[in-house]
């Protein structure tokens, strides 16, 4: 089976970084899509920085370009999320997440943030930014 455990979370002040990390086991790493979402109290879940499979494209929302950097390891089946100048918006439960199901030619910025492409998710990891 598939399983995904995502870690690397935790209270920070602003203007510094973090790293988040993916450990995916049970499956082919170089044959899924993997990313991660966030969910903020209150609002929508968010697709923010998605990776294909073997980690030559990535694809992120507007909200995070330029501070969010996604990578994969797809020797260990690990994948990581290096957040920079966090502020108080980057507080958010972040989950990893992965697919099989994504196949994508065009309009992949989108497609790719689309939460209902993933079959397989994290527990979570929370994110905390304060000054």
């Known amino acids: 089976h598939v399983q995904l455990v995502d870690s690397g979370g935790g209270s920070v002040q602003a203007v510094v970084s973090l790293t988040l990390s993916c450990a995916a086991s049970?499956?082919?790493?170089?044959?899924?899509?993997m990313g991660w979402f966030r969910q903020a109290p209150g609002k929508e879940r968010e697709g923010v920085a998605i990776?294909?499979?073997?980690?030559?494209?990535?694809y992120y929302s507007d909200s995070v370009k330029g501070r969010f950097t996604i990578s994969r390891d797809n020797t260990n089946g690990t994948m990581s999320l290096l957040i920079r100048r966090l502020n108080h918006e980057d507080t958010a439960m972040y989950y990893c997440?992965?697919?099989?199901?994504?196949?994508?030619?065009?309009?992949?910025?989108?497609?790719?943030?689309?939460?209902?492409?993933?079959?397989?998710w994290g527990q979570g990891t929370q994110v905390t930014v304060s000054s």
């Open positions: 990776i294909t499979r073997g980690g030559g494209s990535a």
């Open positions: 997440a992965a697919t099989k199901n994504l196949f994508c030619t065009s309009y992949c910025e989108k497609v790719a943030l689309d939460e209902k492409m993933y079959e397989y």
């Open positions: 049970g499956y082919t790493p170089n044959t899924y899509f």
